[in-house]
DNA sequence: CTTGACCCTCACACGGATGTCAAGTTTTAG
DNA sequence: CTAAAACTTGACATCCGTGTGAGGGTCAAG
């Protein structure tokens, strides 16, 4: 499939495309033109790599613990120090949000109690 | 309180202090040489303020969300959407979050298979 | 009054993923 | 063959909370 195609599979933009190719963590092959070719398994790791992105890890720290899961041999105790310390850091993240989110969910519950109108956005 | 102290006492520098006031987050009066004193509830406020920052609210969307709590008057019905769709948002995020933090344990456990160095970093 | 800690207001810089524009090339449909 | 659609590289712009530094003012203790 060519750039256009995994954009429209996986909702990351042609730039976003380029941008994390660059950053060294998806692989395409050229077409004679110079055109980006990639595997249907490209799919899922631009998925994966958003995943990754959104929980806050830059670009750099992805590319530290992304290849662990294609290639074995570079296991070292390092990375799964690395990959403890992400978690730890999105574990954290975690707790915090909840802890937002019950401030928010407050305050919705509170105004619904002045101005019954439900909307029932149940959680 | 002065800002020194309202820095230490939320972890707050005073850069993004001014910054809250500045987006009209945060008030305070002035001494006669032009010096901020804060209220001891401005701690909460910070707290709080820092709690949906880190929500991924940014600084509109607070001052959108923040006056219903300090002020009952202003409660329409549109700051209850508002409420509800940022509440939305969140919710979102922590699920998002919870399948991010799946993978990277996953890729941890896995690890700690291959190579039983454990190191109890329990969740 | 003097000194040192603290504070003031600009104003510029950054990080980092993404948007966007420009000018040119490739691919595909007709 | 030709035109349109899709792609290429490169560069600059944007957002937004925060860091930082300059140049100067304030405040409390000695």
């Known amino acids: 499939m060519r750039i256009g195609d995994l954009s429209a599979a996986t909702g990351a933009s042609a730039r976003s495309l380029r941008y994390y190719e660059e950053q060294g963590l998806l692989a395409s092959t050229r077409s004679g033109g110079g055109q980006r070719h990639y595997p249907s398994t490209a799919v899922d790791r631009v998925s994966l790599i958003q995943s990754l992105l959104s929980a806050g890890l830059n670009s750099a720290a992805i590319l530290d613990v992304l290849p662990c899961i294609s290639n074995e041999a570079i296991r070292t105790p390092w990375l799964a120090d690395r990959l403890t310390s992400e978690l730890d850091r999105v574990n954290k993240q975690i707790e915090d949000l909840h802890r937002t989110r019950d401030i928010l969910a407050g305050l ?10 439900s ?3 149940a959680s």
């Open 108 to 117: 919705v519950e509170e105004y619904r109690v002045d101005q019954p109108r």
């Open 119 to 121: 909307q029932e956005t």
